[in-house]
């Protein structure tokens, strides 16, 4: 069973702070990473991915990734209230199908 | 700009009746995938297809549930007859043809009630 693990929170964050996401993921074949945003209500947004050890930046998020330890994370710095979701981080296997995480819930605070 | 679009948004039927959705993957992209959201169990994949044909549909209740891409600009799921355990979101998604990194885009959504 591939499987995608990840904090369900809420994970409470001061506005300007940064917040912290973790994800494991036990398929060790698992090709790239991917983070969604997803509103309540909406539909999961794509705004990270990343397929090489180390880290990436994209504006106010860095992912970072260490396949030996089988580990993403999520770093968003200056955290906004519009930054108030649920994270979905996402592993994708040779074949291009994802296996997502239950989400982690972050919540801004002013 | 471009988007997967879905159709209906909501739909809420009775036990037993027949339902299908409808999704049009991006322009230009050769992977759609169906996902069902409840608060249970999260996203799950119901089934995808490249280049038109399925790939997996392993997620998929068969007896109830079936897939097809008739063109490339158009996925239906159907569900027949309904349940209400069927109650949830069902969301499309697409990649890009030249995908690298198997990323995927989604629509809107469909929330279904079964009654």
């Known amino acids: 069973q591939k499987e995608v693990e990840q904090n369900s929170g809420p994970l409470s964050v001061p506005e300007g702070a940064i917040a912290s996401l973790n994800c494991t993921y036990s398929d060790r074949g698992s090709q790239s990473f991917f983070w969604y945003r997803q509103y309540s209500g909406k539909s999961p947004e794509l705004i990270m991915f990343?397929?090489?050890?180390g880290d990436k930046e994209d504006g106010r998020f860095t992912a970072q990734l260490n396949k030996a330890s089988q580990y993403v994370s999520l770093l968003i710095r200056d955290s906004q209230p519009s930054d108030s979701a649920t994270y979905l981080c996402?592993?994708?296997?040779?074949?291009?199908?994802?296996?997502f995480g239950a989400g982690t819930q972050v919540v801004v605070t002013p | 700009d471009a988007r997967v679009t879905q159709t209906p948004r909501h739909k809420v039927t009775e036990m037993g009746q027949e339902v299908t959705m409808r999704c049009q993957p991006i322009?230009?992209?050769?992977?759609v995938f169906w996902y069902r959201q409840t608060m249970m169990q999260g996203l799950e994949l119901l089934a995808y297809f490249r280049n038109r044909a399925p790939l997996d549909d392993s997620g998929m209740p068969k007896d109830r549930f079936s897939a097809e891409m008739p063109d490339a600009t158009l996925a239906t799921l159907k569900i027949q007859p309904s349940e209400p355990r069927d109650s949830a979101v069902y969301f499309c998604?697409?990649?890009?043809?030249?995908?690298?990194?198997?990323?995927?885009?989604f629509g809107p959504g469909t929330r279904l009630t079964v009654l």
């Open positions: 996402a592993a994708s296997d040779s074949w291009g199908k994802l296996q």
């Open positions: 990343i397929y090489s050890n």
């Open positions: 998604a697409s990649g890009p043809r030249l995908a690298r990194y198997n990323e995927q885009f």
């Open positions: 322009l230009g992209h050769n992977t």
